[in-house]
């Protein structure tokens, strides 16, 4: 059984505008895979579709074997597969150890903030706000948080469920250099412990730096993939950014 993450076909529209055009995408399973793209190609949506946000008009989404093209997103995330967003998912007036809590706790925000809190559930919320560095901030209101540090909270919270598929999307959107630094250093150790990766990423530095493999979208759909060095002088690429 392959524990890839796949698509087949996969489209979207929205009235007269084509989002996604026939996508089929295999990820490499186990390594830090990058999806790029020109504004518009498809990116977002495709995380969407596959992560059961939106439904797809046709075509489908297989993990480890299974179709999961129109499970619910919390479906999704049982199944192995966590997601971050480019505009920061966290409850503002909740601390950020109770975001982390909030993100695995059955039963939503209520059971998250009225439920008995377990002495082992809060040492691993408070073992992912350390690993991310932001373990001084766990009794801090994520409002009063800055907007890297929100970034990396919505990150634990996801990582506290335990995925073994993890979709960022834009992690470097908005963070100052040295926060870039260190999302960066956490993919590679994160990946090197076995999780694999799908990065939707505009900071080429990032990608090329990262990355193992990389699909290229344009128009809704892949036009190429390959390794850093492959993508760097594929004239399918450039013309997809460049015009040309």
């Known amino acids: 059984m392959t524990k890839s993450l796949e698509t087949h076909e996969l489209r979207k529209t929205f009235g007269g505008v084509t989002a996604l055009d026939g996508a089929t995408v295999k990820f490499r399973h186990g390594r830090v895979n990058a ?9 977002t949506t495709f995380f969407n579709c596959v992560t059961g946000m939106i439904r797809p008009d046709s075509g489908t989404t297989t993990y480890q074997g299974q179709d999961i093209t129109r499970k619910t997103p919390h479906a999704i995330v049982r199944a192995g597969i ?3 967003f480019q505009l920061c998912r966290v409850f503002p007036r909740m601390t950020a150890l109770d975001n982390v809590l909030a993100a695995v706790r059955p039963g939503g925000i209520t059971r998250a903030l009225l439920g008995a809190r377990h002495p082992s559930e809060v040492d691993r919320a408070r073992s992912w706000l350390t690993r991310l560095g932001i373990e001084h901030l766990a009794g801090v209101e994520a409002r009063n948080m800055s907007w890297g540090q929100q970034k990396l909270l919505e990150l634990a919270g996801v990582l506290n469920a335990g995925p073994e598929t993890i979709l960022l999307d834009e992690p470097a959107g908005g963070v100052n250099p040295a926060l870039l630094d ?15 990766f799908v990065i939707v990423e ?4 990032l990608v090329m ?5 990389i699909v290229v ?3 809704g759909r892949p036009i190429a993939e390959g390794t850093p060095a492959a993508i760097r002088s594929d004239e399918r690429v ?7």
């Open 35 to 43: 999806l790029i793209g020109p504004n518009g190609s498809g990116k």
């Open 82 to 84: 966590g997601r971050t």
């Open 182 to 196: 260190r999302i960066g250093s956490l993919v590679r150790e994160l990946n090197a412990e076995g999780r694999t």
């Open 202 to 205: 505009h900071n080429m530095d």
């Open 209 to 213: 730096s990262i990355s193992d493999h």
């Open 217 to 219: 979208f344009d128009r």
């Open 238 to 244: 450039l013309g997809a950014y460049l015009g040309v």
